[in-house]
């Protein structure tokens, strides 16, 4: 007896669109609820509320006084605290000479003691090498390595080295630390060469404002690396700036430090928000009551444009990034405008995403404070922007062939 054959004709193509259209949809509805306010009210085991900047701003005022008062001088080392200052993320920082001295106006929500590092240090950076007359091993005097006074100078410092970077290397016992490593500049190299092997196998040092760090000379070694005693993100990213912002000639101390009031501008983030979503509404209801835009396109626009803000949002409060609420709307306000001229740019959106990417980036590296954060953001808001408005043309089209 024969069984009979069944043939199944199953078409899985349209099952898999089902099931992919069905898992894009709920990652969508998934970071609009987190991006809405008051999400975190809803949702007990996970925090997903706006880590917000306004309660941690504070400002203060600095007066420094340097030795020598030449208005070159002070220019350089007020450009020097101006970029130690700016590198470090201070969101309001002004630098300018009154009386020969220079004063210094902070507002930021930055670490306080680490913000007061980056102007009361000189780090002066010189290698040195141990007198002949000091005794290293007395047990009576442990720290006499360390005392910059212990050792002689040599013709070498900072300014021989085109740059410091900080990475994690590997230690003797296996382990990884963090390393400063000198890199020179390619004219001084073979001379430097020459100085560490009259020192094979002895130990010289890095001074620091007085304080040495021990470096036994390995002329095998390819790197010139002192190590780093502290593994914090925020005190490296401190060095760092503190040995690639410029070196400072001139001897300074700190006259003054005066509290200011803080004048950072903050608004209610549930009522903004709830502004900005009836704006969005009224302005593409227009759009399609006057058909000046084809409904695809305004379609694609909407889907892109909520995508873009939610998306960002959602980011920023599953990763609680501190934000600033004033700036948030402002972003928002932009992103619209920005996701809005590249769904209408058709032929030209290549010119016009360069013309955005020039201003940002100009923006960026010549602008101050907020509006150079601001710019950063909407470099990332503009790509996030693109790529959404990719995302829903493809969504759109697929929902339609369903």
Known sequence: MKLPKFKLNLNVKPILNYILIIFVTALFLASIFISLPLTEKLVSNTNYDLNTKDKAYWSQDFIVSTENTETEALNDLRNIFYKRLKGYGVEEVST???????????????????????????????????????????????????????????????????????????????????????????????????????????????????????????????????????????????????????????????????????????????????????????????????????????????????????IYLAFLKIFQIPVDTFMLSIEAILAIMVTRIIAEGKDSVFYIELFLLIILSSVIFLGNGFISIIAQDMLILTALAKLCLVISSWYINKVKKI
């Open 96 to 310: 300018y000479i009154e009386d020969s001295k220079i004063r210094i106006n902070v507002t930021t929500s930055q670490d306080k003691e680490l913000v007061k590092e980056l102007i009361s240090n000189k780090f002066e950076v010189k290698i040195v090498t141990r007198k002949a007359d000091v005794n290293f091993d007395d047990p009576n005097n442990t720290y006499a390595y360390m005392l910059g006074n212990n050792y002689d100078t040599t013709e070498w410092d900072r300014s021989d080295f085109r740059n410091v970077y900080i990475t994690k290397l590997k230690t003797s016992n296996g382990d990884y630390a963090n390393f400063a490593i000198f890199k020179l500049w390619p004219t001084g190299e073979e001379k430097f060469r020459k100085f560490l092997t009259q020192y094979n196998g002895v130990s010289i040092g890095v001074d620091i404002d007085g304080f040495v760090t021990p470096y036994v000379v390995d002329t095998t070694s390819q790197i010139f690396a002192i190590p780093i005693s502290s593994d914090n993100a925020e005190h490296i990213k401190v060095m760092s700036l503190l040995y690639n912002s410029g070196v400072v000639k001139t001897n300074f101390k700190i006259d003054s430090q005066t509290d200011l009031t803080v004048n950072t501008p903050t608004i209610n983030y549930i009522q903004i928000t709830l502004g900005i979503l009836a704006a969005l509404v009224v302005l593409y209801l227009y759009l399609f009551i006057s058909k000046t835009t084809s409904p695809d396109i305004l379609l694609k626009s909407l889907l892109a444009t909520t995508l873009t803000i939610s």
